[in-house]
């Protein structure tokens, strides 16, 4: 059974930073894993995703571009996002999921839909105040 466990989430200031993880069991590993997040009376939106090599291809959301980083330890089956000059309008519930399919992040965008995962965790709430 997959499972996808996020933590690192809670409340910061304006212009802090935040480490998200995101531990994986269940799956191989060799996945392409994203981070997605979702406000109040918000759709679910990408934030980023990385390929399933570490070390390797990502990509990221132009509202979080510069901001925040998303790597990943494959000996530790664990996904994290780095997210630094936290501000307001990045508060919101942060998912993290898997895509088993075992696919590439080349030739097309297809890992910035949520519909594209197959896998996701509960979510960690995350609150930057003004």
């Known amino acids: 059974q997959v499972q996808l466990v996020e933590s690192g989430g809670g409340l910061v200031q304006a212009g802090g930073s935040l480490r998200l993880s995101c531990a994986a069991s269940?799956?191989?590993?060799?996945?392409?894993m994203g981070w997605f997040r979702q406000a109040p009376g918000k759709e679910r939106e990408f934030v980023a995703a990385?390929?399933?090599?570490?070390?390797?291809?990502?990509g990221y959301a132009d509202s979080v571009k510069g901001r925040f980083t998303i790597s990943r330890d494959n000996a530790k089956n664990t996904v994290y996002l780095q997210m630094n000059t936290l501000k307001p309008e990045d508060t919101a519930v942060y998912y993290c999921?898997?895509?088993?399919?075992?696919?590439?992040?080349?030739?097309?965008?297809?890992?910035?839909?949520?519909?594209?995962?197959?896998?996701w965790g509960q979510g960690t709430q995350v609150t930057v105040s003004a």
């Open positions: 999921a898997a895509d088993r399919r075992g696919r590439g992040m080349g030739g097309s965008t297809w890992w910035v839909y949520s519909g594209e995962y197959d896998s």
């Open positions: 269940g799956l191989t590993f060799s996945s392409v």
């Open positions: 990385i390929s399933r090599w570490s070390g390797g291809s990502a």
